[in-house]
């Protein structure tokens, strides 16, 4: 009777087990969300808004970005996007941003933090700035919380909420109006470290352990053959 041997398929098992996506830490890069509403929030009526933001260190895929808004009820909808910047002016487009829960996650009596997910893949990288744009609202108003200079509270770990801002009057085609004033729009950047470490999986560990035994089994029916 033909026996037969378990070592192949356990080495197959475990090649196929060690071959895990690696497990990324998510962090805060940039934030100031903890900084108040003073100026009442600025109007996406007919215009679009954008906030400048800085990454210091590391290298991360772009998983969130939150913002603090309200709108009115009659608002209907709102576009974000994402662009790379051009000597502290908004530069080329990166990427749509769809809003997370729909656009009733907005909500329309007092200000709330509203999310926004990336569309396609953006690698952010130290040393790099990007502009984060919010309008025109559709509909009705859509009102972006901002906050003074002084109150201006970065909590990132690996980047900073610059108080740098622009303004579009042609529904975000251009952004002919960058400038630097003593406030800045509230929002959290979130990304996943890409120099993430793959860990092995207990089933891999298992088929590792079982691995001896095979070997052992192999060279008992090789002695008896012999």
């Known amino acids: 009777m033909r026996s037969f041997s378990f070592l192949p398929f356990l080495a197959v098992l475990a090649l196929l087990c060690f071959v895990n996506p690696a497990r990324a830490q998510i962090i805060t890069i940039a934030d100031n969300l903890t900084?108040?509403?003073?100026?009442?929030?600025?109007s996406l009526t007919s215009s679009a808004r954008a906030q400048q933001f800085t990454v210091t260190s590391g290298e991360w895929n772009l998983t969130a970005i939150t913002a603090e808004l309200k709108r009115e009820p009659l608002a209907s909808g709102v576009v974000a996007r994402l662009y790379t910047d051009a000597a502290?002016?908004?530069?080329?487009?990166?990427?749509?941003?769809?809003?997370?829960?729909?656009?009733?996650?907005?909500?329309?009596?007092?200000?709330?933090?509203?999310?926004?997910?990336?569309?396609?893949?953006?690698?952010l990288t130290a040393g790099s700035s990007y502009w984060f744009a919010l309008g025109p609202g559709q509909g009705a108003s859509i009102i972006w919380a901002g906050s003074i200079l002084n109150h201006n509270n970065n909590t990132g770990t690996a980047g900073t909420v610059n108080n740098?801002?622009?303004?579009?009057?042609?529904s975000g085609v251009s952004y002919n109006n960058n400038y630097t004033d003593d406030y800045s729009f509230n929002i959290s950047v979130r990304g996943a470290a890409i120099t993430a470490v793959p860990e092995?999986?207990?089933?891999?560990?298992?088929?590792?352990?079982?691995?001896?035994?095979?070997?052992?089994?192999?060279?008992?029916?090789?002695?008896?053959?012999?």
């Open 164 to 170: 740098l801002s622009g303004i579009s009057n042609n």
């Open 35 to 42: 900084s108040p509403n003073d100026v009442s929030g600025y």
């Open 88 to 123: 502290n002016l908004v530069g080329a487009p990166l990427t749509t941003l769809a809003l997370s829960g729909g656009f009733n996650a907005i909500p329309t009596q007092s200000f709330g933090n509203v999310t926004f997910t990336p569309n396609t893949p953006v690698v």
């Open 200 to 226: 092995p999986s207990p089933l891999a560990l298992l088929s590792t352990s079982l691995l001896p035994l095979g070997s052992l089994l192999l060279r008992k029916r090789r002695n008896r053959k012999a």
